[in-house]
C-alpha cells in the first residue's frame, strides 16, 4: 500500500497592507466585536490558507492589479458582514497570507460589481 500524502495548507505568515490596517480601524472603532473576528480570521487563515474562496480574475478591480500586482486573490466572510481579500505569495519559508482589505459586504459588491439587491 502506498503511503497517503497530504498536502498541509499552513501558512508561514501573516502580512498586513497598509489598507487593511486602515480599514481594520475605521471599522473597529465602534465595534468590538469585529475586532474578535478579525483576530480569528488571522489564526484561521494562519492554520490553513485556503479557507477563503478564490475569487475569479474577471471580477478583480484593476486598482488590486495595479496597486500589488496580484496572480491570486481570495476572500474571507466575517459573520459582522464583511469580506476581507487576501492573496498569497511565496516567501522564503513557505506561503504567506497578505491581507489586503476590509470590507462592508455591500461595498465588496459594488467594488467587485456583483449585483446587489
Same mark, same amino acid.
Given at each position: 500500500?502506498?503511503?497517503?500524502?497530504?498536502?498541509?495548507? $499552513?501558512?508561514?505568515? #501573516? /502580512?498586513?497592507?497598509?489598507?487593511?490596517?486602515?480599514?481594520?480601524? &475605521?471599522?473597529?472603532k465602534k465595534n468590538n466585536a469585529l475586532s474578535v473576528e478579525?483576530?480569528?480570521?488571522?489564526?484561521?487563515?494562519?492554520?490553513?490558507?485556503? $479557507?477563503?474562496?478564490? #475569487? /475569479?480574475?474577471?471580477?478583480?478591480?484593476?486598482?488590486?492589479?495595479? &496597486?500589488?500586482?496580484?496572480?491570486?486573490?481570495?476572500?474571507?466572510?466575517?459573520?459582522?458582514?464583511?469580506?476581507?481579500?487576501?492573496?498569497?505569495?511565496?516567501?522564503?519559508?513557505?506561503?504567506a497570507v497578505v491581507l489586503l482589505e476590509l470590507l462592508p459586504?455591500?461595498?465588496?459588491?459594488?467594488?467587485?460589481?456583483?449585483?446587489?439587491?
Amino acid at each position: 500500500m502506498s503511503p497517503t500524502f497530504v498536502r498541509s495548507h $499552513k501558512a508561514s505568515s #501573516i /502580512r498586513e497592507t497598509d489598507d487593511f490596517r486602515d480599514c481594520v480601524l &475605521k471599522h473597529t472603532k465602534k465595534n468590538n466585536a469585529l475586532s474578535v473576528e478579525i483576530r480569528q480570521l488571522k489564526e484561521n487563515l494562519l492554520a490553513d490558507y485556503a $479557507k477563503g474562496e478564490k #475569487i /475569479r480574475k474577471d471580477v478583480w478591480p484593476q486598482y488590486y492589479t495595479r &496597486k500589488w500586482g496580484l496572480n491570486n486573490l481570495f476572500k474571507y466572510d466575517l459573520r459582522q458582514g464583511y469580506r476581507a481579500t487576501y492573496t498569497l505569495q511565496f516567501d522564503g519559508a513557505g506561503i504567506a497570507v497578505v491581507l489586503l482589505e476590509l470590507l462592508p459586504h455591500d461595498q465588496y459588491d459594488r467594488q467587485f460589481r456583483y449585483r446587489t439587491s
